[in-house]
Each structure stands twice: as structure tokens, then as C-alpha cells.
């Protein structure tokens, strides 16, 4: 049994190799793979392979015969096709528990940085200009609401800790019917009575060909006009060229972004150039706790189905029986 990573940009691999070696699995990273002929070139007998960004594709998974399951580093799987895989009766494990409350916090602070003009009076100082003037007019929390997209378990978290510090929190979620609460005591609301009601609305849904650019130009002539976007989930989530013309015609107030629909972010995109802006790399995943969690969990998963156990984590279970 002999477990692949196939990509990773870690600094290194010790853990994973920890936790393999408990199971008794040997574990290699070959290569840096970036296209699907890397994949198969790298994981041609393997029985399990470990992915950060690589294309698992349709022609991947032809090529493979030994795989028996396919971990993600992280929440997402866009960039598996888990038809393909799955019709191959290969398992596809990811691991959605691992920055909950990283995530979380990110989107609160990028929400309370661009409320409170924190870019533009840290800039002020820098320059040597000690005045609030620029940054005004600021509003108290209290009062303001804060609508939550997308109510798993990162987004139940944000709206909990929204509420805490003194928000109104709401939230929109196919799952709930408009009307009810979640089990956290979160109002549910319609998409559109979610975008009309809220000051912050932060996303916390996964990108599927259903929720692409959710966040268009038509959505954002129905927010309200001093309304700040947060995203910490996917940059596609978002038509980028819509947000900039929103920001530039003041439709909306402001955003807080840590994902971008093209990754790493260009220094000179238009986006850079609002002071009401703040822009983060991808970090809202990221502690040293939640990096540890996510090496050892995805290793688990992958060696617990090729030990024949069901994993912690599995999208596709029906593969198992």
C-alpha cells in the first residue's frame, strides 16, 4: 500500500509521514505535480493520493488503477471531479473541520477592518497625518446587521461570533427555509431579503457551477448602498470585474477579501487601488494548530480507506459498500 501527495506547498512533509507511518504506510512526494500528466506520471501504482491543487481529473483517474481514494488538503474540491471519481468507485475524502474557527475570525476581522476605516487611519499615521477625518463617517456595531451565505460550519461560527460582538446576525441557507432558525438561534432569511437587510454580508458557500459568481453585478444593485462584502471562502464566488465597477460607482461601501478568482492576486489590480479594500493571501485557514490538524486528518482519512475503515471524512460513502 503506498500512499502519494501529489502537490503541497508546505514546508515540509514530517507529519504526514508521521501519521502514514502509524498505519504502517510508506508515503512519497515525488514531484511538484501541476497538470494531470504530472499526476499520473507521479501516482501511477499508487493506492491512495493526496492533493493540494492538482487537476484530479476524469483522465487521472483512468490512468490509476491501485487508487483507492483521493484526500484534498483542506475544505474545497473544485478542482477534483468527484463524478468521475466516484463513478470509478474511488473514495474522496476531504477535511471541512480543520479552520472552523480560523476562518471564522478572518472574516470578523476583515468585516471590522473596513468598518472601522482600520487601512485608511493606519496609512494616515504612516504618513504622518494623526486624524480620523479620512476615515469618517464611522458607525457603532450595535444596531448593524450582519448576513451570513452559506450556514455549515464555518458559517454558523461567523454568525455566532457576529452576534457576539454585537451584531445583528442573519443568515441564507438552501438547506433552511426562509423563516426559521438554525440550531444556533440564527434567523434564517431569502437570498434576496438577506441582501437587502444587511451592512456585512459575508459568504461561506462552497463554488459549484450552481453558486459562480453568485455575487454578480445584478446582486449588488440589491444590497444596501453602504454595504461591506466579506469572502474568505473562493475567489469564483465573486465576478471580480462586477465588484470593482460596484466599489468605483459606490453601489457598495466596501470589502474585505482573502480569496480571489485568480491566485496568487496581481500588485496592480484594480481592486488595490480602494482605500475602502482590505485584502488578505488566502490566510484565513491558516494557525499553526489548524496546519497541524489538516496534514494529520488528511493522512487519516486516506489510510483508514485503504485500511478498509470508514474515514472521518468522506464525500462519496456509497464507494464503501
Known amino acids: 500500500m503506498k500512499i502519494i501527495i501529489t502537490d503541497c506547498d508546505h514546508d515540509s512533509i514530517?507529519?504526514?509521514?508521521?501519521?502514514?507511518?502509524?498505519?504502517g504506510f510508506p508515503i512519497e512526494m515525488p514531484l511538484q505535480c501541476k497538470t494531470e500528466d504530472d499526476v499520473i506520471k507521479a501516482a501511477k501504482d499508487a493506492d491512495a493520493i493526496v492533493v493540494q491543487y492538482a487537476p484530479i481529473t476524469k483522465k487521472v483517474i483512468d490512468a490509476?488503477?491501485?487508487?483507492?481514494?483521493?484526500?484534498?488538503?483542506?475544505?474545497?474540491?473544485?478542482?477534483?471531479?468527484?463524478?468521475?471519481?466516484?463513478?470509478?468507485g474511488v473514495a474522496v475524502c476531504n477535511v471541512p473541520d480543520f479552520c472552523i474557527?480560523?476562518?471564522?475570525?478572518?472574516a470578523i476581522a476583515l468585516a471590522l477592518s473596513v468598518a472601522r476605516g482600520i487601512r485608511l487611519l493606519d496609512n494616515q499615521i504612516r504618513t504622518g497625518h494623526y486624524s480620523l477625518e479620512i476615515a469618517k463617517p464611522l458607525h457603532r456595531i450595535s444596531g448593524k446587521i450582519f448576513g451570513v451565505v452559506g450556514l455549515g460550519n464555518i458559517g454558523s461560527t461567523t454568525a455566532k461570533k457576529a452576534r457576539g460582538i454585537g451584531y445583528e446576525a442573519i443568515g441564507y441557507d438552501i438547506l433552511y427555509k426562509p423563516g426559521t432558525t438554525t440550531k444556533d438561534a440564527i434567523p434564517t432569511v431569502s437570498f434576496d431579503d438577506l441582501l437587502s437587510q444587511s451592512d456585512i454580508i459575508s459568504i461561506h458557500t462552497p463554488l459549484t457551477a450552481a453558486t459562480k459568481h453568485?455575487?454578480?453585478?445584478?446582486?449588488?444593485?440589491?444590497?444596501?448602498?453602504?454595504?461591506?462584502?466579506?469572502?474568505?471562502?473562493?475567489?469564483?464566488?465573486?465576478?471580480?470585474?462586477?465588484?470593482?465597477?460596484?466599489?468605483?460607482?459606490?453601489?457598495?461601501?466596501?470589502?474585505?477579501l482573502d480569496v480571489f478568482e485568480q491566485e496568487p492576486f496581481p500588485k496592480d489590480h484594480p481592486l488595490c487601488s480602494f482605500n475602502n479594500v482590505v485584502l488578505t493571501p488566502h490566510a484565513g485557514w491558516y494557525s499553526e494548530e489548524a496546519y497541524a490538524e489538516l496534514k494529520r486528518k488528511v493522512i487519516e482519512n486516506v489510510a483508514d480507506v485503504i485500511s478498509g475503515k470508514k474515514p472521518r471524512n468522506i464525500l462519496n460513502p456509497e464507494v464503501l459498500k
Open 14 to 23: 514530517e507529519i504526514e509521514k508521521k501519521t502514514a507511518a502509524q498505519y
Open 214 to 256: 453568485l455575487f454578480n453585478a445584478s446582486v449588488f444593485t440589491k444590497m444596501k448602498k453602504g454595504a461591506i462584502l466579506i469572502n474568505t471562502s473562493r475567489g469564483g464566488l465573486i465576478d471580480t470585474q462586477a465588484l470593482v465597477e460596484a466599489l468605483k460607482n459606490k453601489t457598495i461601501f466596501g470589502a474585505g
Open 101 to 106: 474557527s480560523e476562518v471564522a475570525d478572518q
Open 64 to 88: 490509476l488503477p491501485n487508487l483507492k481514494v483521493v484526500g484534498r488538503y483542506g475544505v474545497g474540491v473544485d478542482s477534483l471531479d468527484v463524478p468521475s471519481i466516484t463513478a470509478k
